[in-house]
Nanobody
């Protein structure tokens, strides 16, 4: 079975930082493309960042330069370091994984197959 468990969400003032973690339980951890999405009420899940099996990394335009995705393959943990947070970063953040490249399926408007339960990030101005 595949299991993704996020942690690290919380409340922070604008300009602050948070680090999200995702403990990933998947056979063949490095064979999966992994990423972060976010969702606000009334909107669909929005791509934030991903890291593919070969280490290629991509970000949504509005988080470039502020967010950093990384992984610890020894511990099977995915991270999202979020700096210079803004009020419009407030959302429920999800960890996701797929054997297909997230960069590829994202461009086809396809969501990843596996999801965590989400962790709330609230940024106050």
């Amino acid at each position: 079975p595949v299991q993704l468990v996020e942690s690290g969400g919380g409340s922070v003032q604008a300009g602050g930082s948070l680090r999200l973690s995702c403990a990933v339980s998947i056979d063949g951890y490095d064979d999966y493309s992994k990423g972060w999405y976010r969702q606000t009420p009334g909107k669909g899940r929005e791509f934030v960042a991903c890291i593919n099996e070969d280490g290629f990394i991509d970000y949504a335009d509005d988080v470039k330069g502020r967010f950093t995705i990384s992984r610890d393959s020894a511990k099977n943990i995915l991270y999202l370091q979020m700096d210079a947070l803004r009020s419009d970063d407030s959302a429920l953040y999800y960890c996701a994984a797929d054997r297909r490249l997230i960069t590829y399926i994202r461009d086809l408007h396809i969501l990843p197959k596996y999801w965590g339960q989400g962790t709330q990030v609230t940024v106050s101005s």
